[in-house]
């Protein structure tokens, strides 16, 4: 008996030899009051036996403290609904979003279309995946981040892991992987649901959002459309500050799932919108984005063989800044006559990976591939006549052309309930 259950009884002897480890019993305690925190929060309104409370507080003698950040999941991963209001109010993009995640600030040089920054670092640095596709944005001087593409509302999880702990998600993530994800929608039977909401705030701030799916047990439909302004806010001065912005983002998506394991999607998408910034001496007079993504996923194939997933996307921004439809030309300076640039990336890209589970075991292993495309051209002004030819007048300039191509493997082992070692190669 003893020999077949030799796991059980190493641990049960280790468990005999410290009864009570110290550090997991701080741990817990600690976990147990911020639960208790949250959860004091949530059910406000409901009755509560006082004498009960009491007797919880006594028995852990902690100071109080407030936590108004993301809790992480585990020391390395922090997961959280996008969907969830936060204070305050962050723009519409990623950028400012990820701020009210603990260790996040950003470059800010408005009031949207900030860029992230994780422990001192940015750029890319950071992962920064919606729904597996990379988005990198055309901008030489990053008025458009891969962050301003993305509204967090759009999606349903969250996830950043920290460090360059991970090789899934490709090349460049030494700073932490952002994984902005949408689930598949299940419906079991025919029928569908309509979430919208509204945001008015101080300074003109206006949003709507609505995710509305239908569908049945082989598919479904799912269209998420979004739209942000607001006005330039004024500083403690009571100075205007140049920051207004108008952001809209699209998508829609078609899931076939002929069985219960099974998921085929196809994800079109479209946003556009413009960006005063303070900083700088143009604006950003169009973000325009579109992209198709398939993701295909398998599950429960076999005893070893768990799960495959694939996915292709096309992402493309088409992105113009120029100093006089969002201001007046500075009349002074390099930047004294009216001057437009225009650039664009095309990024098609693919992942394939599966997973594998045996005893306490699990592979992830897979590859990916990526081409990027940038282009130019600029507008010209003829001084003499004070005429403006605008930018779509000219010839596109190919100016990077770039691919990357990876393959990669993730092992984890599984000690206990708690504990893991992980260890990856790419
Ligand atoms: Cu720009």
């Not at 394939?352 to 990916?368: H, I, P, R």
Request: aromatic share 8%.
């Amino acid at each position: 008996m003893s020999s077949i259950n030799r796991g059980c009884g190493a641990r049960s002897r280790l468990s005999e030899r410290f009864p009570i480890q110290p550090s997991r019993l701080r741990w817990q305690i600690a976990h147990a009051t911020l639960l208790g925190l949250l959860a004091s929060g949530a059910l406000a309104a409901e009755p509560v036996d006082h004498s009960e409370h009491a007797h919880h507080a006594s028995s852990a003698e902690l100071a109080p403290m407030v936590i108004t950040g993301v809790a992480q999941q585990s020391p390395l991963t922090v997961a959280t609904d996008p969907k969830i209001p936060r204070q305050p109010v962050p723009a519409s993009d990623a950028g400012d979003y990820l701020q009210t995640i603990p260790g996040f600030s950003a470059v800010r040089g408005g009031g949207s279309n900030s860029d992230p920054v994780f422990r001192g670092m940015f750029g890319s640095r950071l992962k920064l995946l919606a729904n597996g596709a990379e988005m990198l944005g055309a901008c030489p001087s990053r008025m458009d981040s891969p962050s301003s593409y993305i509204t967090p509302e759009n999606y349903d999880a969250l996830t950043v892991i920290k460090g360059p702990q991970t090789v899934l998600w490709g090349p460049g993530n030494s700073a932490a992987t952002i994984l902005f994800e949408r689930d598949p929608e299940d419906f079991s039977e025919l029928g569908g649901r309509i979430d919208a909401s509204f945001l008015v705030g101080s300074d003109g701030r206006f949003d709507r959002n609505i995710d509305a799916a239908a569908g049945g047990e082989q598919g479904y439909i799912r269209l998420l459309a979004n739209r942000s302004d607001s006005d330039d806010y004024q500083d403690g001065n009571g100075d205007d500050v140049h920051s207004r912005w108008d952001k809209w983002s699209t998508d829609l998506v078609l899931g076939w799932t002929p069985d219960e394991d099974t998921l085929l999607e196809l994800t079109v998408g479209r946003g556009d919108g413009e960006a005063r910034y303070a900083g700088r001496g143009m604006d950003g007079s169009q973000f325009e984005r579109e992209s198709i993504a398939l993701r295909f996923e398998r599950d429960n194939i076999g005893e070893v063989l768990q799960k495959i997933e694939a996915r292709v996307y096309y992402n493309y921004a088409d992105h113009v800044m120029d100093n006089y439809s969002l201001r007046t030309p500075s009349g002074m300076g390099m930047m004294a006559n009216p001057m437009a640039s225009n650039v664009d990336r095309r990024t098609l890209g693919g992942r394939l990976a599966a997973t594998w589970q045996w005893s306490d075991y699990e592979l992830v292993a897979g590859v990916d591939a990526q081409t990027n495309e940038h282009r130019k051209r600029n507008s010209s002004y003829d001084m003499m006549t004070g005429t403006l030819t605008e930018h779509d007048r000219f010839v596109w300039n190919k100016d990077a052309d770039f691919h990357n191509y990876g393959l990669f493997g993730e092992l984890t082992r599984n000690l206990d309930d708690d504990s893991r070692v992980i260890g990856g190669a790419r």
